[in-house]
């Protein structure tokens, strides 16, 4: 680990469907929120980061340029990182090792999307070379409903409490996001409505999904002295965490995920965790399907290979359970891609620094953010303390 | 949300030419003539289907092709009911890993020859590692695709 390194600010847009901007006003809006957080201006910051999906999800390229008044980043060092679906993980990664490096004393990380301007399923699938995979992409539902069934299949789970797990997690999503001001989707289902749902891409039903939103994400990390100086409640780096597969889909198992599971070893590592159920206050983990989730619960060693959908049912992962996973909603309600999980970071120090609000997690002082990405390709993990 | 302007439609279509390689290439020979053609690493012993340039995991050169069983088993599959723009399929169909016999990954392709309208139906008849066997279209264009499906034994 280099020099300590917090996050002192955070903001996000209203996500949804952005017809009312442009993209450019969009990542404006973002931006002006995390300043207003940390009571900054743009001349405090050193150097910025931004990332988005890869260009054909934009229809512009090389975005950062489009959007370099808008970042405040006109005579800045700039950098742009993009992994899709882990994006905004890698961003947040990139801020806090040029903060960590001592280069740079406070850095300005925005992620962005603006999904319903072009087509994210279309994207996705020019992610794979036209030799072999693209034409047998499903969109991003199709590898992850593949990923569900092996995990069933792995550890003989009946299909029916498979099913019933993961509708839980949709439910209580979608019941969640009421209480975070940035969601997209907020809703009131039944399990009927969820398990009855149009079939996407079997077992994946329609609220198994995430939705697509427009939005962006800014997050300000900084020094230890600066920190110490600017902000009352700054978001310790504890640990971070950063793992990729090879290209070749077929050739790993990705049930009993090494990816994941070294990720999670990395980041558990540095932040001195050895039991991630007793440690950690609250968890944001990167959960497009509902699935996906009950799967990172077992790489993350929330609980036993097998067992996510017992302890899932039992409660231990809700708003008032033993390990609360995304009362912000999560990305099941909230999607704006590239910003998806920078959302996890600013959710995760926004619940150690006590500002989650109507979701809040009375005093969570261990917070775990996570980002998934690459069709399946990368996970990232950056854990965040109330304490240096 | 606010209020909404108005958006402006913009497509952009770029042609692009990758490639081959001659790995893919004798790949694509070998299924215009109903061979599934795999390579195997020297060091390692690995069979891979579609055979690669370098073996992923030892990083040397593969040695030479051999064909590879038609037949093998389900190891994961999905059925997609959704088209989206661009994709050269159409719903409902079914993507699955197939491990094909001999071989030590899994193939991505797709799996058919049944009705797929019914959920219920297509459940009790997939299911991991029940036997598949490759189907040819008659029509060859040297691609994956010239394997129409793998059907169920």
Redesign the interface.
Known sequence: MGRAVAIIGMGQT?H??????TYPDLVREGVQAAFEDASLTPADIDGVVFGTMPS?ME?VAMTHFYFADALRAVGKPMMKTETCGTTGMSLAITGYYWVASGLADIVLVVGSEKMH?G?S??TM?TVL?????R?????A??VF???A??WM?RYDIP?DKGREAAGKISVDHHKDAFDNPYAHIKKDLSMEDVTNG???????RLWDICPNSDGTCAVIFASEEKAKKLCARPAWVKGVGFCGD??????SDKVAWECAIDTAKQAYKQAGITNPLKELDVAEVYNPFTYVELIHYECFGFCEPGKAAEATLKGTFSRGGELPCDPSGGVLCTNPIGATALVRVAEAAMQVAGKAGDHQIDGAKTALAHGLGGVSQFNGMMILGSSL | ?????S?FR?D?WLPYK?A?GQV?KAFYDGLKEEKILGNQCQSCGKIFV?P?SFC?DCNVDMGDYTEVSQEGEI????????A??????D?P?I???IRLDGVS??????VGGFDLSD?TG??QRI??NRRVRAVWNDEKQGH??DIKYFEPL
């Open positions: 209203k949804g469907r952005r017809y009312d901007v054909m229809g301007e087509d399923q279309a699938s070379e036209p030799f072999y995979l034409p047998f992409l499903a969109g539902p199709g409903s593949m990923l069934q092996s299949e299909e149009k079939v996407i891409t079997y077992p994946y090879e290209y070749w889909y077929g050739d | 949300m606010g209020k909404h302007f958006t913009h952009v990758f081959v893919f579609p690669r992923p190891v994961t599959w999905t059925l997609a009911k959704e989206f723009f661009g994709s050269p399929l719903p169909f993507t699955a890993l990954c899994d193939l991505l392709h797709l959920v297509v459940r299911k991991k994956l695709l």
